[in-house]
T-cell receptor, first 116, second 111 residues
Framework: DAGITQSPRYKITETGRQVTLMCHQT?????MFWYRQDLGHGLRLIYY???????DKGEVPDGYVVSRSKTENFPLTLESATRSQTSVYFC???????????????FGPGTRLLVL | AQTVTQSQPEMSVQEAETVTLSCTYD???????LFWYKQPPSRQMILVIR??????QNATENRFSVNFQKAAKSFSLKISDSQLGDTAMYFC????????FGTGTSLTVIP
C-alpha cells in the first residue's frame, strides 16, 4: 500500500546496544524527517533529509545517525542507546512536486522504543 | 531561534460547544506555513488544517477554522460543534526553513 511505514513498531533494547529504526515511503517525496516525541516536549526534530545523500541536523541530533542512500528510505540509528533515548519516534515525509499542499508533512505510525 | 508555544496544556469542552486552542510562534522568516495536527490515542498524527503565511484569509476545514494574525505571530484553532471524536492531543506546527512543533494541548470533549 502507498504511504509511509515504520518498523519496528515496538522495540525494547538495552543500554549500549545499537538500534536502527526504519522508515519507508512510497510517494517519492523529496524531504524526510525524524522526530522524537516526549511528554512535555511535543515533537522535536532529530534529523532531516532534503534528498538522497543529503542530510542535516535538527534540534536534538546528538546520539543519532542517519543515512539516505535511496529516496524512499531514511533509517535512524542509535549507535549506543541510552535510557534518555526512550521515546516514541516518528518519521515524516514532505513532497515538493506541487501535487501536494506545500509544506505539509505526512507522518508514519511511530515506533515506541524502550531502552533498559 | 524559532519556537512554537502552546500555552494551554489541557482543555475541555462540552459536546456541541465551541473551543479555541492558542498558538504563538516566533520567526524572522516571511514565507512559511502553519499547521494544526491532531493526535488521537492511536498516536497517529493527522493533519487538521494548514495556513500559508502569505495568505491573509483564514483557513477553514469544515468545523475547524483558524485565526491567523501574522503581525502578532498568533495562530489559534477554533473547533465548532465539538464532537467526542475530537478528543485528542493537538499540536501547532511551523514549517519554514526549519520545522518546529509546539508542546501540544490535550483536548477532552465531555458528553
Amino acid at each position: 500500500d502507498a504511504g509511509i511505514t515504520q518498523s519496528p513498531r515496538y522495540k525494547i533494547t538495552e543500554t549500549g546496544r545499537q538500534v536502527t529504526l526504519m522508515c519507508h515511503q512510497t510517494w517519492s517525496h523529496s524531504y524526510m524527517f525524524w522526530y522524537r516525541q516526549d511528554l512535555g516536549h511535543g515533537l522535536r526534530l532529530i534529523y532531516y533529509s532534503a534528498a538522497a545523500d543529503i542530510t542535516d541536523k535538527g534540534e536534538v541530533p546528538d546520539g543519532y545517525v542517519v543515512s539516505r542512500s535511496k529516496t524512499e528510505n531514511f533509517p535512524l540509528t542509535l549507535e549506543s542507546a541510552t535510557r534518555s533515548q526512550t521515546s516514541v519516534y516518528f518519521c515524516a515525509s514532505l513532497g515538493t512536486s506541487g501535487r501536494e499542499p506545500l509544506g505539509t508533512q505526512y507522518f508514519g505510525p511511530g515506533t515506541r522504543l524502550l531502552v533498559l | 531561534a524559532q519556537t512554537v508555544t502552546q500555552s494551554q496544556p489541557e482543555m475541555s469542552v462540552q459536546e456541541a460547544e465551541t473551543v479555541t486552542l492558542s498558538c504563538t510562534y516566533d520567526t524572522s522568516e516571511n514565507n512559511y506555513y502553519l499547521f494544526w495536527y491532531k493526535q488521537p490515542p492511536s498516536r497517529q498524527m493527522i493533519l487538521v488544517i494548514r495556513q500559508e503565511a502569505y495568505k491573509q484569509q483564514n483557513a477553514t476545514e469544515n468545523r475547524f477554522s483558524v485565526n491567523f494574525q501574522k503581525a502578532a505571530k498568533s495562530f489559534s484553532l477554533k473547533i465548532s460543534d465539538s464532537q467526542l471524536g475530537d478528543t485528542a492531543m493537538y499540536f501547532c506546527a511551523f514549517a519554514g526553513n526549519q520545522f518546529y512543533f509546539g508542546t501540544g494541548t490535550s483536548l477532552t470533549v465531555i458528553p
